[in-house]
């Protein structure tokens, strides 16, 4: 038996269907409905419509790191390829850690009963060894991540300050020096930090990652 269903509707606009059956007056029968793919205007196929955005730096302890956020519609099974040699079947992926910097193309593949979809896109990925920002203004900062000894060096020898903030903002330590600094971070718990250095002219902050 087919059930026809007419309604007014306006272009460009998002609607819902609601199909509700019951049993009325038996236990002996089921009831069901069957919704073929060509009743809804379409072809015997439904192809996958393949889609995820992604963040770069995600609130982890890695900086160069990447959370990827699946919204594909009609598949059943995924694959990432995240173009460094990392692979993965799952839906949803946990944050993905790049171990050099780089330009990378992340694709997702989805497919269901009939048919495949990709999408792809590129991420740029910066050197974990390195503070660009401080670098940038004449300061060079090392390693980063750090481990136990931080490095500072001022490139023209000039006097500055050097503030060191946790996640939060809170000031954890403040270090004056002329030309070079060597700030030991072993009492340090593991996370994000922020490292601000201050000289007569000039005040920059950038992220720093404790290990």
Not at 117 to 126: A, C, L, P, R
Not at 166 to 189: M, R
């Amino acid at each position: 038996m087919a059930l026809d269903a007419i309604a007014d509707v306006y272009p460009d606009s998002v609607y819902h269907v609601k199909i509700a059956v019951a049993d009325v007056s038996d236990g002996i029968f089921d009831s069901g409905v069957f919704l073929g793919i060509e009743s809804m205007c379409a072809d015997s196929t439904l192809a996958p419509l393949t889609y995820f955005y992604y963040l770069l730096n995600p609130k982890t302890e890695q900086i160069n790191s990447v959370t990827v956020f699946n919204t594909t519609r009609y598949a059943r099974s995924f694959h990432w390829d995240f173009g460094d040699g990392y692979t993965t079947n799952q839906r949803n992926p946990p944050p993905h850690t790049y171990q050099s910097a780089g330009t990378y193309t992340i694709t997702l593949t989805a497919n269901n009963y009939c048919c495949s979809d990709s999408y792809s896109e590129t991420v740029t990925i910066d050197a974990p060894n390195s503070i660009s920002e401080l670098a940038e203004n004449g300061f060079t900062v090392y390693p980063n991540p750090v481990g136990d000894d931080l490095y500072v060096r001022a490139e023209n020898g000039e006097v500055a300050v050097v503030n060191l903030f946790d996640i939060t903002g809170k000031l954890v330590e403040s270090f004056s020096f002329t030309s070079e600094l060597t700030i030991n971070t072993s009492a340090y718990a593991a996370g994000v930090y922020f490292i601000n250095i201050e000289t007569g002219n000039q005040s920059i902050t950038d992220k720093l990652l404790k290990k």
